[in-house]
Antibody
Framework: EVQLVESGGGLVQSGRSLRLSCAAS????????MHWVRQPPGKGLEWVSG????????DYADSVKGRFTISRDNAKNSLYLQMNSLRVEDTALYYC????????????WGQGTLVTVSS | SYELTQPLSESVALGQTASITCGGN??????VHWYQQRPGQAPVVVIY???NRPSGIPERFSGSNSGDTATLTIRGAQAGDEADYYC?????????FGGGTKLTVL
């Protein structure tokens, strides 16, 4: 059974940093592209960043470019999101999602980890 | 930049057919994926690449994509179909989601 478990969320002040993790199991993690998608409270989905299976392809939403860094450790079956210079508008539930392939849909999602940025 | 437009809300009577649209310039040239998000839960893909159903998704769910509009159709709507629905595409190497449509089953 595919499982994606996010962790690392919490309450942080504006301007500070936070690192999210996503532990994957139930599939060959090293063979699949992975993404972060966020959802502000009561709002819609917003893609944050994606990384290909060997980290050759990395992309970011304009809203986080230069502040967030996505990475992965295939040996540890883990995905990460380093978030620096956090802003109040980064407050959201952050989901880790597995992609079928680059350019395709997200076939599995975690339950999310909540990041709250206070002013 | 590319934009996806969804109606904020739709309603459907129990057992009837619901249609949720996703508008975008020449969206027919893109692969459209649809997600269902029930309250308090993570999104689940219900249609991928315009019209394909993942295993476990009822045949009541179908999709189409033509011109400037992609459509998710739910036949014989059930109470459990009440949820938010999002369309998604890739554009210039990045992922775009529509704003989401809240489906109410009356």
């Amino acid at each position: 059974e595919v499982q994606l478990v996010e962790s690392g969320g919490g309450l942080v002040q504006s301007g500070r940093s936070l690192r999210l993790s996503c532990a994957a199991s139930g599939f060959s993690f090293e063979d699949y592209d992975m993404h972060w998608v966020r959802q502000p409270p009561g709002k819609g989905l917003e893609w944050v960043s994606g990384i290909s299976w060997k980290s050759g392809n990395i992309d970011y939403a304009d809203s986080v470019k230069g502040r967030f860094t996505i990475s992965r450790d295939n040996a540890k079956n883990s995905l990460y999101l380093q978030m620096n210079s956090l802003r109040v508008e980064d407050t959201a539930l952050y989901y880790c999602a597995k992609a079928v392939t680059w350019g395709a849909d997200f076939d599995y999602w975690g339950q999310g980890t909540l990041v709250t940025v206070s002013s | 930049s590319y934009e996806l437009t969804q109606p904020l809300s739709e309603s459907v009577a129990l057992g009837q057919t619901a249609s949720i649209t996703c508008g975008g310039n020449n969206i027919a040239n893109k692969n459209v994926h649809w997600y269902q998000q029930r309250p308090g839960q993570a999104p689940v893909v219900v249609i991928y690449r315009d019209s394909n159903r993942p295993s476990g998704i009822p045949e009541r769910f179908s999709g189409s994509n033509s011109g400037d509009t992609a459509t998710l159709t739910i036949r014989g709507a059930q109470a459990g179909d009440e949820a938010d629905y999002y369309c998604q595409v890739w554009d210039s190497g990045t992922v775009l989601f529509g704003g989401g449509t809240k489906l109410t089953v009356l």
